[in-house]
């Protein structure tokens, strides 16, 4: 039997919350923004793939703090077999794997299996419903060495083990949650209203309602424009191609808030490099790595923070405890599972790195179990 799901990603701020608690105001107040010393964030959010996956192995050789894997974590075949021979957990992922499937229905057999309680035994059971190739891979992580930048990363700045995602679902909507703290009902990729754009406010709508600036710099599509309010004219001047991020940050002219995309679809003439699978993970290293350089060499480096995090598990193995329970509805009109608000956090994502300051701390490991929640304050509250 797993041992209870390991959470996944998303609220972007329990950091920022870390920061401001040494804080008197809790209102947005002048005297605040005085004190702290961050001036400019820059978030990259990759693509679908679980903390175990990636970081687990790292808590054996790098610190063994870390709610990582033991080598111990097993899944049944079946949910339904009690005699059902398990597949463990194993270091040896490829950098390019089969895309697993995570839709919401999806990821719930894969946290519930077949009973009602989040044993997370239900991934091998989940994969095997797709592909026989599919049940070994979705329990495999990364050794620390196949990821070197992450490793270095782990090394020398703090790590959340206990970062919630707010959607047990798949990217768009996790996505949504990331900027303005609700998907507005969605609980899969709608096409349809993707296309039409989501209506709810943003926090670049807040940053720009206090007169403060926000860039998104992007390879191939910026998917921050699936938010109708951002497909408006006055903020057609703060999206730029990835390289003005580099000449930004050489320059000191890093704004408020940065949002890095990365390369979503594979081009002719180059490759993604989002982490989403069946994409190289290569390649989402040298981003990071590229991400990360850009940023330590700026002027702006003693006043800027860098989170990198993930959207969704993908369905790889998540190990550690849910925050808490899912209560799961069925309805003729939406045709679907769905969940209601109260049940908000409840995978984990990949671990955001921590730069404040310039300061290295190392090996700072963070604990806390946290839910999605709004983070517009908590970035005005900075700044």
């Known amino acids: 039997m797993a041992r209870p799901p390991a959470p ?18 809790p209102h947005c107040s002048v005297e605040a923004q005085q004190k702290q010393p961050i001036k400019a964030i820059v978030v990259l959010v990759l693509e679908n793939r679980s903390f175990d996956h990636m970081l687990g192995w790292m808590k054996n050789s790098i610190n063994p703090l870390i709610d990582g894997l033991t080598g111990s974590e097993c899944n049944p075949r079946s949910t339904n ?8 957990v194993s270091d040896d992922a490829q950098y390019v794997d089969p895309d697993p499937g995570h839709s919401f229905e999806e990821v719930l057999e894969q946290v519930f299996g077949s009973g009602l309680v989040p044993s997370m035994s239900g991934f ?102 699936f938010y109708r309010s951002l497909r408006r004219l006055k903020y057609f001047s703060k999206f730029h191609w990835f390289q003005t991020f580099k ?42 790595k590229e991400v990360y350089e850009a940023l330590r060499s700026s002027p ?39 969940f209601s608000s ?3 956090g409840w995978e984990f994502g990949y671990p955001p790195l921590w730069f404040l300051h310039g300061s290295r701390k190392e090996q700072v490991h963070l604990s806390l179990d946290t839910p999605m929640i709004n983070w517009s304050c908590t970035i005005l509250h900075l700044f």
């Open 8 to 25: 996944p990603i998303l609220l972007l701020l329990l950091l920022l919350h870390l920061l401001l608690a040494t804080l008197n105001d």
């Open 81 to 88: 077999d009690p005699e059902s021979p398990p597949i463990c």
């Open 124 to 225: 091998v059971q989940q994969a095997l419903a797709i592909s026989p190739n599919l049940s070994d891979t979705v329990m495999k992580g990364f050794r620390p060495e196949n990821l070197p930048v992450f490793a270095t990363l782990v090394r020398e700045f703090a790590v959340f083990d206990r970062w919630f995602s707010s959607i047990p679902g798949p990217t768009q909507p996790n996505r949504l949650f990331v900027y303005s703290a609700t998907s507005h009902g969605s609980t899969g990729n709608d096409k349809l209203k993707l296309l039409l754009g989501y209506p709810q406010k943003t926090i670049f709508d807040s940053l720009h309602e206090d007169g403060l600036d926000f860039a998104v710099y992007f390879k191939n599509i910026p998917t921050t424009l």
């Open 247 to 288: 000449d930004h940050a050489r320059q000191g002219k890093l704004k408020s808030l940065s949002v890095i995309e990365p390369k979503y679809f594979d081009l002719v003439s180059s490759e993604a490099d989002d982490d989403h699978p069946s994409h190289s993970v290569a390649n989402g290293q040298r981003l990071v």
């Open 300 to 338: 702006q480096w003693n006043e800027s923070l860098l989170i990198v995090t993930t959207t969704s598990t993908a369905d790889s193995m998540i190990m550690s405890r849910l925050l808490m329970l899912v209560s799961l509805t069925q309805t003729v009109s939406r045709g679907r599972a769905h």
């Open 342 to 344: 109260d049940s908000i």
